[in-house]
T-cell receptor, first 111, second 115 residues
Framework: GQQLNQSPQSMFIQEGEDVSMNCTSSSIFNTWLWYKQDPGEGPVLLIALYKAGELTSNGRLTAQFGITRKDSFLNISASIPSDVGIYFCAGRNFGNEKLTFGTGTRLTIIP | EAGVAQSPRYKIIEKRQSVAFWCNPISGHATLYWYQQILGQGPKLLIQFQNNGVVDDSQLPKDRFSAERLKGVDSTLKIQPAKLEDSAVYLC?????????????FGPGTRLTVL
């Protein structure tokens, strides 16, 4: 099955730095979602985007729904230790609850 | 509100053996999903139920995998016989039903190791 491409695959940053990651697809989606997964846990929804061009914030997180509907971006400002984990994008189309997940971006904070 | 419950949390079996996983969704959630997450990849949908009916099982390897949700609440996923490539985390998720987007809530998963 299709998986969305995320980049970078992994990131090593220092606490306080800003983070950017993106997700691209060969097909369009009507909804883009960003999840975070901690070790031994299931993914937890961070942000949902419903319109092309939409920019949505949730605290220090900001995500954008690409104009082409084939990509999305997630930014984290002023990273803190609890931001460590794997971030997944997911796409969905109207009338269908099925989520197609990305390959993930692993975020590590260097002390 | 209790989250999605899954058991067992870990399972180690030998290839060709059988295994079953159990999921209890959030109370009142009509839709239930089983995902397979191979190490280093995102979750991949195996099967989606609405109440006790199957909505999508297009990516379920039906020669060895089966799932049921007999009373529209709990669900079990079975693998028989298991192969080495079935080693993965099996995630269960549930969502309410209604107009618009319905968020999927994930359980902690069952980590399966096939030796």
């Amino acid at each position: 099955g299709q998986q969305l491409n995320q980049s970078p695959q992994s990131m090593f940053i220092q606490e306080g730095e800003d983070v950017s990651m993106n997700c691209t697809s060969s097909s369009i989606f009507n909804t883009w979602l960003w999840y975070k997964q901690d070790p031994g846990e299931g993914p937890v929804l961070l942000i949902a985007l419903y319109k092309a061009g939409e920019l949505t914030s949730n605290g220090r997180l900001t995500a954008q729904f690409g104009i082409t509907r084939k990509d999305s971006f997630l930014n984290i400002s002023a990273s803190i230790p609890s931001d460590v984990g794997i971030y997944f994008c997911a796409g969905r189309n109207f009338g269908n609850e099925k989520l197609t997940f990305g390959t993930g971006t692993r975020l590590t904070i260097i002390p | 509100e209790a989250g999605v419950a899954q058991s067992p949390r870990y399972k180690i079996i030998e290839k060709r053996q059988s295994v079953a996983f159990w999921c209890n969704p959030i109370s009142g959630h009509a839709t239930l999903y089983w995902y397979q997450q191979i190490l280093g990849q995102g979750p991949k949908l195996l099967i989606q139920f609405q109440n006790n009916g199957v909505v999508d099982d297009s990516q379920l390897p039906k020669d060895r995998f089966s799932a049921e949700r007999l009373k529209g609440v709990d669900s079990t996923l079975k693998i028989q016989p298991a192969k080495l490539e079935d080693s993965a985390v099996y995630l269960c998720a549930s969502s309410p039903t209604g107009q618009g987007y319905n968020e999927q809530f994930f359980g902690p998963g069952t980590r399966l190791t096939v030796l």
